[in-house]
């Protein structure tokens, strides 16, 4: 079982930005999904477990920034310029396979408890 431990999230003004960080207790390929009322689980973000392969969403892709920090195992999501569609439950995910980042909610193998994202217009 891996554990993961969020970070809270928060409430902010469109245009401004948070940082979502999630702490694993090993080194895997780990992401970030979002779960916007009315809406299916979305794909946000991940990265491999080297560092060196990331994907985004699309309407993410330049606002979004994912990250880690492999000597603490821990993943961070940078959102910058955020937009009211933003809001959302967030999920810390980890992945045991290998390769690319995978983008199906079935290839992520463990979830975390989520955090609340608010943007207000």
């Known amino acids: 079982q891996v554990q993961l431990v969020e970070s809270e999230g928060g409430l902010v003004q469109t245009g401004g930005s948070l940082r979502l960080s999630c702490a694993a207790d090993?080194?895997?390929?780990?992401g970030w999904w979002r779960l916007r009322p009315g809406k299916d689980r979305e794909f946000v973000a991940g990265v491999?477990?080297?560092?060196?392969?990331?994907a985004y969403m699309d309407s993410v892709r330049g606002r979004f920034t994912i990250s880690r920090d492999n000597a603490n195992n821990t993943v961070y999501l940078q959102m910058n310029n955020l937009k009211p569609e933003d809001t959302a439950v967030y999920y810390c995910?980890?992945?045991?396979?290998?390769?690319?980042?995978?983008?199906?909610?079935?290839?992520?193998?463990?979830w975390g408890q989520g955090t609340r994202v608010t943007v207000t217009s």
């Open positions: 995910t980890v992945t045991l396979r290998m390769g690319a980042v995978p983008t199906a909610p079935s290839q992520w193998d463990y």
């Open positions: 090993g080194r895997y390929t780990m």
């Open positions: 491999r477990w080297s560092g060196y392969d990331a």
